[in-house]
């Protein structure tokens, strides 16, 4: 997204991104993803293709590494807020 683009979004789908509902959007459609990779594996698995099989390795790295950032994300948000202590 360029600058003038991202200028003209209105505030409240700018901090969509960063908030809790947001974050948790972003996590449920990992786990979508996780269906595909585990596809993918499956696929690549019984027709004995390691490239493919190497391929959807690499994507499930990637799936977990996101996830895991927008978990750690999601719990400094709830360090922030003075009611969950």
């Known amino acids: 997204m360029s600058k003038i683009e991202k200028a003209k979004a209105p505030t409240s789908i700018k901090g969509w991104k960063h908030s809790k509902p947001g974050l948790w959007l972003s996590i449920g ?5 996780a ?3 585990v596809k993918d594996v499956k696929r690549a698995r019984g ?3 390691t ?3 190497i391929n959807a390795l690499v994507g499930a790295a990637a799936l977990v590494t ?3 950032l927008l978990v750690r ?3 400094r948000l709830g360090d922030d807020d003075v ?3």
């Open 29 to 33: 459609t990992s786990a979508f993803g």
């Open 35 to 37: 269906v595909s990779i």
């Open 66 to 68: 996101g996830t895991a």
């Open 51 to 53: 490239l493919k099989l």
């Open 83 to 85: 009611l969950l202590g």
């Open 73 to 75: 994300e999601l719990r």
């Open 47 to 49: 027709e004995n293709d």
